[in-house]
Structure formats: C-alpha cells, structure tokens
C-alpha cells in the first residue's frame, strides 16, 4: 500500500516532528509487543464512552477553517464575523432539522468524495441545494450560492463539526486506551514507547501486525483504533438519509473518506503521544480544569517561527496522508471487507440504529 513507508521514512518523521519541540531530545524507537497490540482491542467499553461524551473538555479542535461572512453591519471589507444561525429562516430551525437532518446528510454526503478536505464549492452548493430539498417545503426554501449564509454555515460545520472531530476523537481513544491500562496509564516512556512502536511499519491500521514481516499482518484498516475513531463518522451522519439524486448510481457509496481520516487522525494523535507533545501532566491538567488540552505551538529551529499549523489537524499537515490512505483503501479494501469495517465501527457508535443502517 502506498501508506507503507519504509521504515526509515517514519523514523526521519517521528525525528523531525520531534526536533521542533525539542532539538536536544531522541527518540528510542520499540516495537510493541503482541500483547501490547493485543490490549489495542480491550478498550472497546472505555472507547464507546468517549465516542458518546462530549470531546470538547478534553482535547482541542482545530482545523483549517473557512473564512468567516464579511460583516454586513461595518460594511469594511476588512471585517468579518463568523456566520450564525440567525442567518437563517426560522422555519429552517425549527425542531432542529437544520442541525440534526440537514447538516448530519451533508456530513454523510463529504464521506462519499473523493476528497474530504477540500470539495468544490459548486458540489457543496449542489448537495445542499438537494438536501434542504428533501428535508423544508418549496415555499420556505432559501436561494443558496456561495455567498449565502447557508453555504457558510454548512462549510464552516464541514470544518468545525466533521473534519476536526476525527483529530479529536483519535486523541481522546488514544487516552482512553493508555487510561484503561496501568501499564501505560501513569508512565509517560511506556506511552512513548507504545506510540513510537504501533507508528513502525505502521502497525496501528492492522487488525493484527505481530513481528516484523508486514506480508504476515492481517485485517488493513481494521485496527482498533482507526475503527473506533472511524465509529465517530457514524454519530455525526444520526438522523441522515440518503438522498435520491445527490450519488451517482442505483446504491449508495460506502464511506471510505471517513475511514482514510480516521486513519490519518489516529497517526497524528501517536506521533503527539510518540514525540512527547502531549504527556500524562498535561491530560491531568485538562480533566481537573475541564479545559481543551492546549497543544504546544512547535518552533522552527532554522526560522525562529512558530508552527502552530504542523500542529492541528488540517489539510496543511494532514491532506496528503489522507489521500493516500484513500488510495490505499480504494484499492486493498474491497465493499464486503468495508461492510466488515462499517459494522464494527457501529458496535462503537451510539447511532448504530434506526436511519444509519
């Protein structure tokens, strides 16, 4: 697969994700054990909880979001604000279609493309323009452009609601997991060490990666922790449908973009646990402050400057690993494997039910 890097690749990456923060630190790398990578799939309960808790008092969301509505208010064009619902028909709100229907479908839509980090306006127009057709009465429907608020609101909740969720949920799975072991639970080494050992040859996207001869791992994309991130996709689409006319063909496409960002999430939450960006004092500190973690802006060590961007989890960093995690599922992951995939991440969902089946 295209993701499988030769070893030395990750090692120079975990190298110089980690020079930024600390040019005097090295990495010792350790492969997992096959117990190690066995307790990966006895956290299903503690992963469940977190998949139903809200994500926001534990880690940061950050993503690349769009630019906000210039304010109609200063008539400066240099002033904008970031766009609301009171933008919007009343109707459009009321008894949450707008939230729970509406932006849900959209959601189920962005998992289809071929992209999931950038999609062309036009489409995103054409999607929602379908979809508010399904969900509100002819009399009450809004013209939408890419100057509408509807269109803002929907693109900034592809950002904020979507796309960032994925780096939110493999960070608080990843901590869930080292929290339901005391091997790992109070060491920040063993979290280190694990992390740096399921990046090598990439063990953390297989079901089974004991040894070292990647032609013997078993179940690609099936590793605990991308299925249980990739569970998160099912809570956002709760309450969505599909739409006739907004997919090409007679049935629906699968949701391979989710699974390639959950797999592209879960590698950036291990090289923050892998490098020491994040440690067991400051996920203490979060929960007893019940604030986000704040992750540490990274310094340039030929510049001077910080690199805040490198951090989060956005297209700027993390665009190209997920599309050639896509590729690689499109064309190692066949529709029965994915069904296989789709059904363990609804054992994780909350929404596993009712209209996401």
């Avoid at 790398?29 to 990966?40: C, D, E, Y």
């Avoid at 064009?77 to 279609?97: A, F, I, M």
Wanted: hydrophobic share 40%.
């Amino acid at each position: 697969m295209s993701r499988s890097a030769p070893n030395l690749t990750m090692k120079m990456k975990l190298r110089f994700f980690k020079s930024i923060m600390d040019s005097e630190a090295s990495l010792t790398r350790m492969r997992p054990g096959a117990k190690s990578m066995r307790l990966l799939s006895g956290v299903h309960q503690k992963a469940r909880d977190v998949l139903q808790a809200p994500l926001q008092g534990l880690v940061k969301l950050e993503d690349s979001p769009k630019p906000a509505l210039r304010s109609k208010q200063s008539g400066k064009s240099g002033s904008s604000r970031k766009p609301t619902n009171d933008g919007l028909p009343k109707e459009y709100l009321e008894g949450g279609v707008w939230h729970k229907r509406v932006i849900s479908t959209l959601f189920r839509w962005a998992g289809t493309q071929p992209n999931p980090w950038i999609m062309p306006d036009a489409k995103v127009v054409d999607a929602l323009e379908k979809i508010c057709d399904a969900y509100y009465d002819q009399s009450i429907q809004l013209a939408i452009t890419t100057t509408s608020t509807a269109f803002h609101l929907a693109t900034q909740q592809l950002s904020d609601g979507w796309r960032s969720i994925f780096g939110s949920s493999a960070i608080a799975i990843v901590n869930a997991f080292f929290d339901a072991h005391d091997n790992y639970s109070d060491s920040d080494e063993q979290q280190q060490d694990f992390a740096q050992g399921a990046l090598d040859k990439l063990r953390f996207i297989y079901r089974k990666a004991d040894g070292n001869d990647t032609k013997k791992f078993r179940g690609l994309f099936r590793g605990p922790l991308v299925v249980q991130v990739f569970a998160a996709h099912f809570n956002m689409i709760h309450g969505s449908k599909w739409i006739h006319g907004l997919y090409e063909g007679s049935s629906p496409p699968q949701p391979r973009a989710p699974l390639a960002l959950a797999a592209a999430a879960v590698e950036r939450a291990l090289m923050l646990w892998g490098t020491g960006t994040i440690t067991i004092t400051m996920v203490r500190e979060a929960k007893t402050t019940r604030k986000a973690i704040k992750l540490p802006a990274m310094i340039n060590p030929e510049t001077g400057r910080q690199l805040t961007q490198h951090v989060a989890f956005s297209e700027l960093s993390w665009g190209k690993p997920t599309r050639s995690y896509l590729e690689s599922i499109e064309k190692n992951v066949d529709d029965d494997v994915m069904e296989k995939i789709m059904g363990e991440a609804k054992e994780f969902s909350k929404a596993s039910h009712g209209e996401n089946d």
